[in-house]
């Protein structure tokens, strides 16, 4: 019996997959615990319909994504941090910092764990950080600029 799976399934496939298992599987355990239903013209239908949702909101969030890149590219971000003789820096400027700054200042919030480099900052001047904005499709950058 072919059936869609409703949600993921353990060595048998993902959710919205259509698989074909045996006719007792598929009414004693599959569609009783109601994770999966058989495979009709309308349940196809809807298949269809909801590939066809989710593609046109992956679109959506790529094009977020692009337009939250072009933003990020004008903004500079300024952190001070303590400076010793000949230009050694004390403490380091880390992509929690750069979260925050860029949540109060300019109200825009990203995840730290969506950087691409996540070591702290520890030279002064300008650096450009990588921010994967989009299943690595899209690549921001944030330009930090410590000063002492």
Not at 22 to 40: E, H, I, P, R
Not at 45 to 54: K, S, V, W
Not at 88 to 106: A, C, D, N, P, Y
């Amino acid at each position: 019996m072919k059936v869609i799976l409703l949600s993921d399934v353990k060595k048998l496939g993902k959710k919205g997959d259509v698989v074909e298992v045996s006719d007792g599987y598929a009414k004693n355990f599959l569609m009783k615990q109601k994770l999966a239903v058989q495979v009709t013209k309308k349940s196809m239908e809807i298949l269809d319909e909801q590939h066809l949702q989710q593609d046109l909101q992956e679109k959506q969030m790529e094009s977020d994504a692009e337009a939250l890149k072009k933003e990020l590219a004008k903004i500079t971000l300024e952190f001070y941090v303590k400076v010793g003789n000949g230009g050694r820096v004390f403490g380091s400027v880390s992509t929690k910092q750069i979260v925050e700054q860029l949540q109060k200042v300019h109200g825009i919030k990203l995840e730290k764990r969506k950087f691409i480099d996540k070591e702290p900052i520890y030279s002064l001047g300008y650096t450009d950080v990588k921010v994967d904005l989009y299943r690595n499709k899209v690549i921001g950058n944030i330009r930090v600029h410590v000063n002492g």
